[in-house]
């Protein structure tokens, strides 16, 4: 099969560059064999859950989320925590004047997770994919820590499983929770991979802010320490540090419906729109191909819209304010 270019927006950023990648070459060798890749093994029966940072290769809140356990020795008192630098050659093509194309190399790693393709990796993005695919599929539970390119609010995002919306629920969690059937949603993602192979488990993405911000590393550092003490596998004495951002005004939930792709390249919002903007049914939300584009149901909620929507590309996803 022929494989796509790498496909995003690498126009300049308005993302401020606040934190640049750190150096990983200490954490490079790990203790299982496949470099980058650490298990934290109390010996004590438990859950096995895996952390992966830099699926998204430009994504640096991850890997200093990672960082920051190893650095700090945390250590789990049942069960094992397996952490996964990801795509580290993506990451180690970093260039501050084109900050978004180390999101990959060849082609999008949240975009592969397919048993056919991992079985013959075809790209390098596979490639390392499949180095890593047996800590994703010996996982009980799997956290894919990810940012965004707006400074939209942090949220979670998964699959619509008694587990997950269990999981959501229980979270002390002060931003939107996102969940989907996995038919209405990307293919090829890592958690739906993961939840195939256990459909009982907790599979969650954590969007934890903007890329290069301060804030999403706080945000990205919180939001694993409360994923592991969730499942009793932290000493009370960890400290559970502040979210990177204040509670939202958009928490709640949301059930996604559809991801919408430009039709044309005259593709436009109706308004200035930065995500979780809300539509009743019927309200035109954007224009393309010289029609209007109509909510097609009440509390129609614009995630992630793109930031210059390019036709076949896609432009936003559909989300229904739930509660
Ligand atoms: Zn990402």
């Known amino acids: 099969m022929t494989i796509p270019p790498c496909r995003f927006s690498i126009a300049a950023s308005d993302a401020p560059i606040e934190l640049l990648p750190r150096d990983l070459s200490e954490y490079r060798e790990g203790n299982c064999g496949v470099n980058y890749v650490h298990c934290l093994d109390s010996g004590i029966p438990g859950p096995s859950i895996s952390i992966v940072a830099l699926n998204h290769g430009n994504e640096l809140c991850g890997a200093n989320a990672l960082c920051y356990l190893l650095d700090n020795q945390i250590m789990p008192v049942k069960g094992d925590l397996t952490l996964i630098f990801a795509n580290v050659d993506a990451y180690q093509s970093f260039d501050p004047q084109r900050p978004f194309a180390s999101r990959c190399q060849q082609e999008d790693m949240n975009r592969l997770w397919d048993a056919s393709r991992l079985i013959r990796p075809d790209t390098s ?21 990810h940012s965004t390119t707006h400074p939209v609010c942090p949220m979670l995002i998964y699959p619509d499983t008694g587990a997950n ?31 195939q192979l256990h459909p009982d488990a907790v599979s969650v993405v954590a969007e934890c802010g903007q890329h290069f911000s301060h804030a999403a590393t706080q945000q990205a550092i919180s939001t694993t320490i409360r994923f592991i003490q ?14 990177g951002y204040e509670k939202s005004q958009h928490a709640g939930e949301y059930r996604i419906h559809q991801v919408l792709n430009a039709a044309s390249e005259n593709f436009s919002f109706a308004e200035s ?47 229904e304010f739930v509660a």
């Open 125 to 145: 993005d596979c490639q390392r994919a499949a180095e890593i695919e047996a800590f994703i599929a010996n996982a009980d539970h799997l956290l894919d820590l």
């Open 165 to 195: 919306l269990d999981f959501g629920k229980t979270l002390n969690y002060p931003f939107p929770k996102l969940y989907y059937r996995p038919e209405t949603y990307h293919g090829g993602l890592l958690i739906n991979y993961h939840q």
């Open 230 to 243: 969730q499942f009793g596998m932290l000493d009370p004495s960890v400290q559970q540090p502040e979210y």
């Open 273 to 319: 729109v930065l995500g979780f903007e809300r539509y009743q049914q019927g309200q035109a939300f954007a224009h393309d191909a010289g029609n209007d584009l109509l909510a097609p149901f009440d509390n129609c909620t614009l995630i992630m819209p793109a930031r210059v929507p390019v036709m076949d590309e896609e432009a936003v996803t559909l989300a």
